[in-house]
């Protein structure tokens, strides 16, 4: 193998290797450029030996250091439990049980047009007119029509009086008649008489009997003519009512007072039987129709089921007060819910709402006991507080039971869970990696875990110098890590106390 190695080598360096063959090593200068290639190569490799060496050798030594476990600041809060009554803040739309839509069954023009859209009406007043000559003459064709049904019913009375007042003589008339035909008889069988003279007292008693008959018959029908009469004229009256019902609807008035939502007259128009011409509300029918939250069906149904039922109220910053009326399920999109109807309670000097309008209103539930009122930034994931135990974080499992506000208007969330005890102290923080067992440092100060998205937003929002704002409820959910811990022992405008803020660094 080595004269194999030796074999390789250039033949110049082959023969100067050995000091006892020629000059030595050190003094060796190839005179090839295979020989010059290697030499070059191998200076390379020395000298990267050596700048190794020397680096391991004059490097600084470093010891290990044990990790030292981080301390979360955070604030916290004494809890106490006890009788509240919750309150929660919900969006309604307002609409009227009543909506008439006013419109006429006679055919008429337009004549007048009184009111607009949106404009507030009181109930009996003219909101639209139609041209009522027509059926002014026909009124006036009515009264005529009835005046002769009278007088023709006059007339009947007066002979149906005459008749009977006659009745009796023409009775005597007929009895004598016969009598005297009946003494003719008997004389012309004695042959007293001439038979001309028997003859004439025959055609006597004849008409006399026809008369009599005739005046019965007319005794007897007078009775049922003079009912025609009568309902001729109760059928005229009813066409003079028709006639002054229709002349009556060439004006159209409001049934209650509220807002006209439509108007579909304009003055020249040609209304036709059933058209609509105006659609209004009835302001005394007003409610506040709100989907109801999830949580809070079940108390609102229990509220309603109680005899005597309690008075569930809501109230708008506007000062309108609305009771809760009644729930109702609602399908919509193919999403199903639970809808509560709020009826508007009129109060003198509180302006009415307007038909259509969304409403923001706080409703107060009957009072629960035994909750805890927390701020916001005490729940994790709307199911979980942390209770601090030794400076580690402990979690209590809770169920969210309603929203209330404390005596500063601050926002707060009623919580209940068998765990809660008075006096324990939870976190009021929202850390991004709350976990059981976690070191914390709690502090009086109020201190708020911010993200950097937070920050940027609140730098564009403000020209002010970076200052700590109260979290708002769509931040409960946990976030990003931040990168450094910065105190602020200056109290930021309009806060009430210092605050301890854990943000980015911004660059």
Known sequence: MTNKVTNELPNDMMTNSHPEQGQPWWRYRPTTQRGKSWFASALILLAALLISILIMVTGPSSTAQAPKEKAWPVSTLQISSGTIEPRFRAFG???????????????????????????????????????????????????????QQQANLASMQAELRHIKGTAEQHENMNRIAAAKLARHEQLMRDRLISRSLYDEAVRSASQVSIDYQRHQQQLAELPHRLLAAEAQVAKANALLSRAKLNLSKTQILAPFSG?????????????????????LADA????????????????????????PKPTIAGKTDAGQVFNLNRLAGAVSNGQSGVDAFFALQTQAGVALPASGQVLELEITLPAMHQVVALPPQAI????????????????????RVGETRNAEGEYQILVSAPQLRDGQRVITTQLPKAMQGLLVQPTTQSVEILSKNDVEQIKEITAEPFAPVEPTLPHLKNQVEPAVLEHSTTPAPKRKSSSVVVHPTLV
């Open 284 to 307: 005394g029918a007003y409610e506040l129709r709100i989907p109801m939250p999830e949580a809070y069906v079940g108390p609102l149904q229990q509220a309603l089921a109680q005899q």
């Open 259 to 279: 807002p006209i939502l439509s108007v579909s007259a304009a003055v020249g128009d040609r209304m036709l039987p059933g058209a609509v011409v105006v659609t």
């Open 380 to 399: 994790y994931e709307n199911q979980r507080v942390y209770q601090v135990i030794n400076e580690r974080l402990q979690p209590i499992n809770i169920e």
């Open 93 to 147: 739309k307002v609409a009227s049980r009543a909506v008439a839509k006013l419109s006429t069954d006679i055919s008429a023009t337009v004549a007048q047009v009184v009111v607009s859209e949106g404009q507030r009406v009181n109930k009996g007043e003219l909101l639209v007119a139609l041209d009522d000559a027509e059926y002014q003459l026909r009124l006036v064709e009515a009264k005529a029509d009835l005046a």
